[in-house]
């Protein structure tokens, strides 16, 4: 008899262990996916924010791709329970269904701050499809919305980006010292904040939000603890998050944070599997499982799982943690170990031009890096992603780092230099060439063809 594989969540941990299991599994093994929301993509939502895509391309697969994938779409429908004694889970209306292979893929929510007022019309997250809706619709009648945004961490400069590229009027609000605390450090920090300066966008830092209110005459009041009273059209909180948690209360799956798996995405139970937001794994530079709550961690955590999950033995080496956002305009990234103040750094800040690099050294591997700058810096770009892949791959880089001491903004040689390409070339997740994923709705194809030269490079002629 067939196995039964069920999936919960329709977000990129999900929809890529589908294929993964389609990949190695073939079409034995059936699979029911359980989703409240369309499978999409959150990543894509501040494009569709910033006006820059419609809706539709935030999803990431529509009725005729799990037709194709011969997969049991069950979307609108919510898991209230897993019972792994019984190999079972209750859905929302009572009813109940038997897995052999389980996957626990459903992400993590926004954790709103301690504060009135955050259940004001007008006052919310942006984190779904239905809070991107919800934010176009009331901020369309006006020309020019103030919004104010609580919270200064990665998704929330995300967001902030959107809504400086739709030219609304925008200013932060940040509990601690410095804007992006868990991305960067004091300096890079520096920068970014002098940039937002820049541009008029007003940053409060060091303050919490005291309260919430409606404003006479509309609009919301938001007081800082300090006694600042800034009004505005909207307030967007991106204050934390939280894994999804609730349908594994009492369940016996083990918890830290978020579910806790091993290599092979497995539980404490060896075929129920957890991966994205709501799984807690292995990591590289660091012996304890995290959370990577970023969507690479998600797609590889959903990649290793589905493999497992089909038989095919694979190990994940751990995910590396790495944020790179795009500040209205600045580009800043962070890598590992970023603020392991034991590491010996290279820094090189010019706070004229918010350029600051900082490489966090440990013997002659690089283990962390903070970077901002320019993306019409030479090079600025390209030695991120080198950078990203030196740490990937662990390489000593031997008698590089000497050279890299003497010329930071020359990555590019030391990354040649130490052979960083050839490790990459077939390293891959699962053992097999990653292949073009295609697009997922209306049964078309991109058009652009990856050519002869690099199938060739990556040896999938
Ligand atoms: C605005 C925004 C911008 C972002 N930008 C970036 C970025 O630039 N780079 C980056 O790396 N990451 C980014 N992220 C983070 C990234 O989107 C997440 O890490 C990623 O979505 C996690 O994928 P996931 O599959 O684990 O969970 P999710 O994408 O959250 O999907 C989980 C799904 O499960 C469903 N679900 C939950 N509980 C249940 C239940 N009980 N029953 C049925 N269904 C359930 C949820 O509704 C959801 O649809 C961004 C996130 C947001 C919100």
Not at 72 to 99: C, H, K, M, W, Y
Not at 262 to 287: C, E, K
Not at 380 to 386: E, H, N, S, V
Request: hydrophobic share 40%.
């Amino acid at each position: 008899m067939a196995t039964q594989h069920i999936i919960i969540g329709g977000g990129p941990a999900a929809t890529n262990a589908i294929e993964s299991i389609r990949e190695f599994g073939g079409d034995e093994p059936s699979i029911i996916l359980i989703s409240d929301e369309p499978a999409h993509s959150r990543m894509a939502l501040p494009y569709w924010l910033a006006g820059k895509i419609p809706e539709k391309h935030t999803h990431t697969a529509d009725d005729a791709y799990f037709q194709k994938l011969n997969v049991d779409a069950r979307i609108g429908t919510r898991v209230s329970q897993v019972d792994p004694a019984n190999n079972s889970i209750t859905l929302d209306d009572g009813s109940q269904l038997e897995f052999e292979k389980l996957l626990i893929a459903t992400g993590s929510s926004p954790v709103n701050p301690p504060v009135s007022g955050t259940d004001l019309p007008g006052v919310q997250p942006l984190w779904s499809l239905a809070d991107t809706q919800s934010v176009l619709d009331a901020t369309a009648s006006l020309e020019k919305p103030h919004v104010v945004l609580v919270g200064a961490g990665f998704i929330g400069f995300i967001v902030l980006n959107a809504m400086f590229k739709r030219h609304w009027d925008l200013t932060v609000v940040e509990r601690e010292s410095q804007v992006l605390p868990r991305m960067l450090d004091r300096d890079g920090a520096s920068c970014v904040e002098a940039h937002l300066s820049k541009l008029g966008i007003g940053v409060h830092t060091g303050v919490s939000v005291q309260k919430i209110q409606e404003a006479d005459g509309g609009g919301k009041t938001v007081e800082l603890e300090n006694g600042t009273q800034l009004s505005a059209d909207m307030v967007i909180l991106a204050t934390g998050i939280q894994a999804n948690l609730g349908l594994i209360e009492n369940s016996g799956i083990e918890t830290d944070q978020a579910i806790l798996v091993n290599d092979q995405m497995q539980t404490n139970f060896p075929n129920i599997y957890a991966a994205g937001d709501v799984a807690q794994g292995p990591i590289l530079y660091n012996d304890q499982p995290q959370i990577h709550a970023i969507q690479t961690t998600a797609v590889d955590h959903g990649r290793v799982a589905g493999a497992n999950m089909a038989g095919h033995e694979v190990h994940y080496p751990g995910s590396l943690l790495m944020n790179v956002a795009d500040v209205c305009g600045l580009q800043t990234a962070s890598f590992g170990n970023w603020n392991d103040s034991q590491a010996h750094n290279m820094t090189i800040h010019n706070s004229d031009e918010n350029i600051y690099r900082k490489l966090l050294w440990t013997g002659d591997q690089i283990t962390g890096a903070i970077f901002t700058g320019y993306a019409n810096d030479v090079g600025m770009l390209t030695d991120i992603g080198m950078v990203k892949g030196i740490l990937q791959t662990h390489t000593s880089l031997g008698k590089w780092k000497a050279f890299l001491e003497e010329n930071p903004f020359d990555i590019r040689r030391a990354y040649i230099g130490a052979g960083v390409a050839q490790k990459l070339i077939g390293v891959t997740l699962t053992g097999q060439a990653s292949r073009p994923r295609g697009f997922h709705f209306d049964g078309t194809t991109p058009k652009a063809k990856v050519s002869a030269a690099h199938a060739t490079f990556m040896e999938t002629m």
